[in-house]
């Protein structure tokens, strides 16, 4: 699976766009990048995934570039209650199932 | 709310001694991962379940040991308990054979081990 590699913290304020960036230098053909969000002692939760280009939901956007070697997680107008730890992953579940592969994930820090 | 539900959630041991944690899957999964994440770290995939097989594993040795049931539902085992297994131990469900991309996988709060 690929290694990710992504900015340890961030710091933001209410009200304004985050954008986390993320590389994937080593990506595959069939890898999909996939973004969770983890508040402290709870498990992850599923934010978005995308394959290319762009991809919206109602609570992020996912921007990914033609090469695929990075994408950039979009948070608009976050709020405190945005303030936790991001992951990006890349794989497929070619094979059955899923076995996510964490890096130490983003740290964000919503202030007021 | 995930629908996935972890037992305990806490629990406290001592060197030596063996743990059994539980795991109920959301409703219509047929995969069950478990991780482990020490403080401050990300998740660390441990190993994987799907219809009752183990379907790939982490670098954890055997004595990490796992079962999944005909309901779905899972254990993960852990003899001759050590220091460092202290952690958060989550599961995960998932829907596998979807073929392309990961699909969504559904966690539970997690367990939080103690090994004194």
């Known amino acids: 699976l690929a290694k990710t590699t992504q900015p340890i913290s961030m710091d933001s304020y209410e009200g304004q766009e985050v954008n986390i960036t993320c590389s994937h230098n080593?990506?595959?053909?069939?890898?999909?990048i996939t973004w969770y969000q983890q508040f402290p002692s709870q498990g992850p939760r599923f934010i978005i995934q995308?394959?290319?280009t762009k991809v919206t939901n109602e609570v992020a956007s996912l921007f990914i570039p033609a090469d695929r070697k990075s994408s950039t997680l979009s948070l608009p107008r976050v709020s405190l209650s945005d303030t936790a730890v991001y992951y990006c992953?890349?794989?497929?579940?070619?094979?059955?199932?899923?076995?996510?592969?964490f890096g130490a994930g983003t740290i964000l820090r919503v202030k007021s | 709310e995930t629908g996935v539900t972890q037992s305990p959630t806490h629990l406290i041991k001592t060197r030596g001694q063996q743990v059994t944690l539980r795991c109920s899957s959301q409703?219509?999964?047929?995969?069950v991962s478990w991780y482990q994440q020490a403080l401050g770290q990300g998740p660390q995939f441990i190993f994987q379940?799907?219809?009752?097989?183990?379907?790939g594993r982490g670098n954890f040795p055997p004595r990490f040991s796992g079962l999944q049931f005909p309901n779905y539902s899972s254990e993960l085992n852990v003899n001759a308990l050590e220091l460092d297994d202290s952690a958060l131990y989550l599961c995960?469900?998932?829907?596998?054979?979807?073929?392309?991309?990961?699909?969504?996988?559904?966690f539970g709060q997690g367990t939080r081990l103690t090994v004194v």
């Open positions: 409703s219509g999964h047929n995969t």
């Open positions: 379940y799907y219809r009752e097989e183990e379907n």
């Open positions: 995308g394959y290319k």
């Open positions: 080593n990506i595959a053909t069939n890898d999909y």
């Open positions: 992953l890349v794989g497929d579940s070619l094979g059955g199932g899923n076995k996510l592969v």
């Open positions: 995960a469900s998932s829907l596998a054979g979807q073929g392309r991309g990961m699909t969504e996988a559904f």
